[in-house]
């Protein structure tokens, strides 16, 4: 997917000496970027689905993917897929 925005000048210069120090292109570091941001909300929602605030269904649509997508997406982050209080 190709995809054009605006960056903010921090978020630009940000991206800027990534590439630089990394020594990779300003395209690799700004999809790093946007990976770990995807991480990071993904861990988040992922915590009230734990909570019992969200179903898999409502953590899905915040994600913008099918259930059947967010159970792979929680396997290839070793992430629980239920959300089950253990038994006692």
Same mark, same amino acid.
């Given at each position: 997917m190709t995809l054009t925005?605006?960056?903010?000048?921090?978020?630009e210069a940000f991206i800027t000496h990534q590439a630089h120090e990394q020594r990779i292109s300003l395209e690799t570091a700004a999809t790093e970027l946007v990976r770990v941001g995807f991480e990071v909300k993904l861990r988040e929602l992922h915590q009230r689905y734990v909570r019992g605030e969200y179903s898999l269904g409502r @953590?899905?649509? =915040? @994600?913008?993917?099918?259930?059947? =997508? @967010?159970?792979?997406?929680? =396997? =290839?982050?070793?992430l629980q897929i239920h959300n089950l209080p253990l038994a006692v």
């Open positions: 925005i605006q960056l903010d000048k921090s978020i @953590l899905a649509k =915040e @994600l913008g993917i099918t259930t059947w =997508e @967010l159970v792979h997406v929680l =396997e =290839e982050h070793r």
